[in-house]
């Protein structure tokens, strides 16, 4: 894991890969995430491994699918080395939208939009410091 944490922060540019939070927005570290966890067989190669901030991280655990919201069908969670983030994903101010089934799955399953996290962003929204949304 040692050897590939220095590629997974710069190809994340030290953006967690499911909610985009940049590392210098908050205090807690941002964690090098195993997408499919070892607990499931998954590699410890840079093809299975992202960076994920804390809450990310700790929410979706081992988790590799979830139930959509919206239809309850069993759906696998957002791979940040499969998937297009902006094919599943779009912002309303400080809350991040499903666009599809794999995009509301895994903001419900890694919790994004709790309230404490939308408030975080709209509170770094006010100070400029999310510039991409
Ligand atoms: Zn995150």
């Known amino acids: 894991m040692a050897e590939h944490r220095d590629q997974v922060w710069q190809r994340a540019q030290e953006r ?6 940049p590392q210098p927005c908050t205090v807690l570290p941002h964690e090098v995430d195993h997408i499919r966890s070892q607990k499931h067989h998954g590699l410890t190669t840079p093809s299975n491994l992202c960076l994920a901030c804390a809450h990310c991280n700790s929410y979706k655990g081992s988790n ?51 309230p404490e996290r939308v408030e975080h962003r709209r509170l770094l929204i006010e100070v400029g410091q999310l510039p991409h949304l």
């Open 16 to 21: 967690c890969e499911y909610c985009q939070l």
């Open 64 to 114: 590799v699918a979830g139930f959509d919201p919206e239809s309850d069908e069993l759906t696998p969670l957002f791979h940040p080395r499969q998937h297009v983030w902006g094919e599943h994903f779009e912002w309303n101010g400080p809350v991040l939208v499903g666009i599809t089934p794999l995009g509301r799955t895994t903001i419900d399953v890694l919790r994004i939009n709790f």
